[in-house]
T-cell receptor
């Protein structure tokens, strides 16, 4: 099972770009990388997913280097409402893991005015 | 409809009570999950149902009893819980095809307090 490592916490100010890097050294060839966002007392929600290079959607960008041993979630011009915990996961919930998709510790992002 | 609906949102129960948590999705997903989350910790997997059959039980105590009546519904029956079982209980679903890019869709959770 691919294990992920992220910074426990990060601080930022409104309007700044935030980059959160996740390390996944033993990622398998077919594993996708998926990021989820969780607000207090709510369930995690999908924000972005990628396999290689760069993916961009309306809320974030995901950068994946050629060796795929890490990935970086980029949040442009954060606001107070981006204060949340961000989780990086590797592989699908049932793919090669029999359902045991393990959440790492996540990164608690705090955005200040 | 991309929602996973969980009821109730909050639950307070005594150690001798029996209660049930309910989860519903109408996305046609064939895999459903129960996670437990303590404050400031990541979600921990409890159970996985795949095509209405229990496929994973992460050594969860028998005071938690899951049930999947059909492909849209998932229940978690609670009996004789302990105060340390107080947590946010999250239900999730996914397509169930086993693809590496399969996404999890979570409900808002049930905040459970055991007195």
């Amino acid at each position: 099972l691919a294990k992920t490592t992220q910074p426990i916490s990060m601080d930022s100010y409104e309007g700044q770009e935030v980059n959160i890097t996740c390390s996944h050294n033993n990622i398998a060839t077919n594993d996708y990388i998926t990021w989820y966002q969780q607000f207090p007392s709510q369930g995690p929600r999908f924000i972005i997913q990628g396999y290689k290079t760069k993916v961009t959607n309306e809320v974030a960008s995901l950068f994946i280097p050629a060796d795929r041993k890490s990935s970086t979630l980029s949040l442009p011009r954060v606001s107070l409402s981006d204060t949340a915990v961000y989780y990086c996961l590797v592989g699908g919930p049932l793919y090669n893991q029999g359902g045991k998709l393990i959440f790492g510790q996540g990164t608690e992002l705090s955005v200040k005015p | 409809d991309t929602e996973v609906t969980q009821t109730p949102k909050h639950l307070v129960m005594g150690m001798t009570n029996k209660k049930s948590l309910k989860c519903e999705q109408h996305m046609g997903h064939r895999a459903m999950y129960w996670y437990k989350q303590k404050a400031k910790k990541p979600p921990e997997l409890m159970f996985v149902y795949s095509y209405e059959k229990l496929s994973i039980n992460e050594s969860v105590p028998s005071r938690f009893s899951p049930e999947c009546p059909n492909s849209s519904l998932l229940n978690l029956h609670l009996h004789a819980l302990q105060p340390e079982d107080s947590a946010l209980y999250l239900c999730a679903s996914s397509q169930g095809r086993g693809a590496s890019n399969e996404k999890l869709f979570f409900g808002s959770g049930t905040q459970l307090s055991v007195l």
